[in-house]
């Protein structure tokens, strides 16, 4: 028979290197692609601010020059702009965020060392790695959608 503090060792254990490790992981991914997304806009702005001013200036002193350049910088911001949507920083930074969420919603129905049964301890594991498979299977709808995640999946 099983007891309580082996249950919780084993719960300790798991929490420490399964979910903790996890919810870290979660948030250094959200922290990257938030940062990537955070800097394909400004790239993205700068360079339609050069555009736009390019378009004055081309208007305003009938140089042909500018609106080449104008155009030349709308397309190289486009392009950025659609590669970025492409790989999906924002997408992914939250698929990664719903299952970090679902993660630290679950960790308070962990059971205590007096609730410590194989069974519960079974369902709480049951509960993270149905979590931990969400968070796959969203992955997997977020390629078939076209880079844009299903509600309510990932533990979101």
Partial sequence: MTTHAELESVLALYDEARVGD???????RIVE???SAGQTSIVTEVLLLGA??????????SERSFGIAAAGL??????INAWADTVGFATNAELFRA??????????????????????????????????????GAW?????????????????
Avoid at 140 to 156: C, E, L, S
């Fill in 140 to 156: 997997g709808d977020t390629w078939q959608t076209g880079g844009h995640p299903p509600v309510g999946r990932g533990g979101g």
């Fill in 74 to 79: 709308a397309a190289v911001a486009a392009a």
């Fill in 99 to 136: 299952a970090r969420n679902g993660l630290i919603r679950t960790r308070p129905t962990r059971p205590t060392a007096t609730e410590s049964t194989v069974e519960a301890v079974d369902d709480y594991i049951d509960r993270v790695e149905g979590i931990l498979l969400g968070e796959v």
């Fill in 52 to 61: 736009a001013f390019c378009g004055v200036l081309g208007a305003v002193l």
């Fill in 22 to 28: 996890q919810v870290a992981y979660y948030e250094q």
């Fill in 33 to 35: 692609y938030e940062r």
